[in-house]
């Protein structure tokens, strides 16, 4: 009995199987294509032409910044189609519409006036969104970028604007191949603030002995004739340290770093705790200085402010 029974479900089993309905042919196009991942179109840079053209009839409808054609330090005014060689050999591979968002930032179109100014050695860029005036001069023969203008308006400052604008430079002078960002500091803010973005000054100890005497002289007139014994030993710690640092490019940022320790002075002076007593003093300086794009302490201090 066992074999029969054994027989008579595997009958039935084989016959359960063929009345199941038969399987649908598998389309294998169909199959393949539904493992393909849709891979996202890639738009390509617009050429410099094409931004010319683009920034040309923004200008005529009233939609976009307007643009001033021209070569100052050749006494010329040129028209876009001359200024175009002169564009493309700068500039190379990399459309204007690349370099305008990396010196204005992504809101370029929005600026009231946009001034581009070729010459037989680089480009000058140059605008204003109502707020912000700045230009820059790019020389890709020296590698070299100069920061020839930027200012803030007093209740702009310290909140952070120009962070997101340095940043979309840096990302394009990299892209350009730059090796040196150069300016010179004033204007307000300006003396202190690149200090903190990391550029160093072309002559740092005698900058550092500037604002250490600077502060010095604040302090002492706070004072009057009776010494504040406290603020002459944090004094007499400042000289000390810069003597020390002597020779070390980051001495004036290491400086405004300890002065930002200097309890009694800063009482003294009325600097709000936390802030350096050397940011007065540096504020009343004009220096030259520099940004080393293939130096990693420079970089590292600069990213450090713009992250």
Same mark, same amino acid.
């Given at each position: 009995?066992?074999?029969?029974?054994?027989?008579?479900?595997?009958?039935?089993?084989?016959?359960?199987?063929?009345?199941?309905?038969?399987?649908?042919?598998?389309?294998?196009?169909?199959?393949?294509?539904?493992?393909?991942? $849709? @891979?996202?179109? /890639? %738009?390509?840079?617009?050429? +410099?032409?094409?931004?010319?053209?683009?920034?040309?009839?923004?200008?005529?409808?009233?939609?976009?910044?307007?643009?001033?054609?021209?070569?100052?330090?050749?006494?010329?005014?040129?028209?876009?189609?001359?200024?175009?060689?002169?564009?493309?050999?700068?500039?190379?591979?990399?459309?204007?519409?690349?370099?305008?968002?990396?010196?204005?930032?992504?809101?370029?179109?929005?600026?009231?006036?946009?001034?581009?100014?070729?010459?037989?050695?680089?480009?000058?860029?140059?605008?204003?969104?109502?707020?912000?005036?700045?230009?820059?001069?790019?020389?890709? $023969? @020296?590698?070299? /970028? %100069?920061?020839?203008?930027? +200012?803030?308006?007093?209740?702009?400052?310290?909140?952070?604007?120009?962070?997101?604008?340095?940043?979309?430079?840096?990302?394009?002078?990299?892209?350009?191949?730059?090796?040196?960002?150069?300016?010179?500091?004033?204007?307000?803010?300006?003396?202190?603030?690149?200090?903190?973005?990391?550029?160093?000054?072309?002559?740092?100890?005698?900058?550092?002995?500037?604002?250490?005497?600077?502060?010095?002289?604040?302090?002492?007139?706070?004072?009057?004739?009776?010494?504040?014994?406290?603020?002459?030993?944090?004094?007499?710690?400042?000289?000390?340290?810069?003597?020390?640092?002597?020779?070390?490019?980051?001495?004036?940022?290491?400086?405004?770093?300890?002065?930002?320790?200097?309890?009694?002075?800063?009482?003294?002076?009325?600097?709000?705790?936390?802030?350096?007593?050397?940011?007065?003093?540096?504020?009343?300086?004009?220096?030259?200085?520099?940004?080393?794009?293939?130096?990693?302490?420079?970089?590292?201090?600069?990213?450090?402010?713009?992250?």
């Amino acid at each position: 009995m066992g074999v029969i029974t054994r027989a008579l479900e595997q009958a039935i089993s084989g016959a359960k199987q063929a009345a199941k309905p038969a399987a649908a042919p598998v389309n294998k196009a169909e199959e393949l294509a539904k493992q393909i991942v $849709k @891979r996202p179109e /890639v %738009t390509r840079p617009k050429s +410099t032409a094409e931004t010319i053209i683009e920034m040309e009839q923004l200008t005529k409808e009233g939609k976009g910044p307007t643009i001033d054609w021209g070569s100052p330090y050749e006494g010329t005014e040129l028209t876009p189609g001359q200024a175009l060689p002169k564009l493309k050999d700068t500039f190379g591979s990399i459309g204007l519409d690349d370099v305008m968002t990396g010196v204005f930032g992504d809101d370029w179109r929005k600026f009231r006036r946009v001034g581009i100014e070729p010459d037989n050695h680089g480009v000058a860029i140059k605008g204003t969104d109502g707020d912000i005036t700045t230009k820059v001069y790019i020389n890709p $023969k @020296r590698k070299t /970028v %100069t920061h020839e203008l930027t +200012t803030i308006p007093r209740n702009q400052q310290g909140v952070g604007r120009m962070r997101p604008i340095l940043k979309s430079r840096l990302d394009l002078y990299e892209k350009m191949g730059m090796e040196r960002v150069e300016l010179i500091a004033g204007l307000d803010t300006g003396p202190y603030a690149w200090l903190r973005y990391g550029f160093v000054p072309k002559y740092p100890n005698e900058l550092a002995e500037t604002a250490i005497s600077s502060v010095t002289r604040q302090a002492r007139k706070a004072m009057g004739k009776e010494d504040d014994w406290d603020v002459v030993e944090e004094l007499a710690d400042l000289d000390a340290m810069a003597k020390e640092l002597k020779g070390n490019k980051f001495i004036n940022q290491l400086l405004i770093e300890h002065a930002k320790n200097m309890p009694k002075t800063g009482k003294l002076l009325g600097v709000p705790p936390g802030t350096s007593v050397l940011k007065s003093p540096y504020l009343e300086t004009t220096w030259e200085g520099y940004l080393d794009l293939k130096d990693p302490e420079q970089m590292s201090i600069v990213k450090e402010y713009i992250r």
